[in-house]
């Protein structure tokens, strides 16, 4: 069992952090279906998210690709709100967060897949600093909720201001490991926490992560990575479906 969780948390988070995107979003459906309740599965996912996206920050830092000033508003709102995500989620059913998880992947899927700006060529340069706290306040709280680390809610909204994609993901990696990190505590302090997969997930992830980073930038164009997220996310939405029912 921990060699199967090494090799999906790796390629989790290498695949996951072409778009800036915490793994989370597909490692926690996967632990749970190799048996692991969802409220161990979660802050399994949030610290995962937290290590994975760290070293993908890292680098991008090391290459001078982040916007810090986008990036800080995102930061302070989600930090806090995933605390407030993380706290509620007990007292929702098991089952409603499931739903809530579906709903999520499809939003995110279909932004990716389907929005379009009218000029692609011409990248927002603004700096709505309201909307971005908006944005981070809205991905917090889904952050601690569940489990997911927030970057699949700040991706599609960010597209939909006109940021450019590979712009958005290395922001989104930049964020999702504050608001990962404060739904992690939160739920560390309700005893929630296996510490060996944990240990486990985290050590693929960061390494994962990174490696998809440098892959990313190196190989890819702003399209084919927000296809790649895309239809990742459609597929976890529907098996996801067939969990419920």
Do not use: D, R, Y
């Given at each position: 069992m921990d060699y199967i969780i090494f090799i999906i948390s790796f390629f989790a988070a290498f695949v996951f952090s072409l778009g800036g995107v915490g793994a989370a979003i597909i490692l926690i459906p996967i632990l749970v279906s190799l048996g692991f309740p969802i409220n161990i599965a979660k802050p399994i996912g949030l610290f995962y998210n937290t290590i994975s996206l760290t070293g993908a920050s890292i680098s991008n830092i090391k290459n001078k690709r982040l916007d810090?000033?986008?990036?800080?508003?995102?930061?302070?709102f989600s930090f806090i709100f995933a605390i407030v995500g993380a706290y509620i989620s007990q007292f929702i059913s098991s089952k409603i967060i499931l739903v809530l998880f579906i709903a999520f992947l499809f939003f995110s899927g279909f932004m990716f897949l389907f929005y379009t700006k009218k000029q692609t060529e011409n990248y927002s340069t603004n700096k709505p600093y309201i909307l971005l706290s908006l944005i981070g306040a809205f991905a917090g709280l889904l952050s601690g909720?569940?489990?997911?680390?927030?970057?699949g809610?700040?991706?599609?909204?960010?597209?939909?201001?006109?940021?450019?994609?590979?712009?958005?993901?290395?922001?989104?990696?930049?964020?999702?490991?504050?608001s990962s990190f404060s739904g992690f505590l939160t739920y560390w302090s309700m005893g929630n926490i296996n510490w060996h997969v944990l240990i486990i997930a985290s050590v693929a992830g960061i390494t994962g992560a990174s490696l998809g980073t440098i892959f990313m930038h190196k190989k890819l164009n702003p399209s084919t990575v927000k296809k790649i997220l895309a239809i990742i996310l459609l597929i976890m939405a529907v098996k996801l479906i067939f969990t419920i029912l």
């Open positions: 810090f000033k986008l990036g800080i508003p995102i930061i302070i909720l569940l489990g997911i680390g927030g970057g809610i700040i991706s599609p909204l960010m597209l939909m201001l006109g940021f450019n994609p590979k712009k958005i993901a290395t922001i989104t990696a930049f964020v999702v490991p504050f």
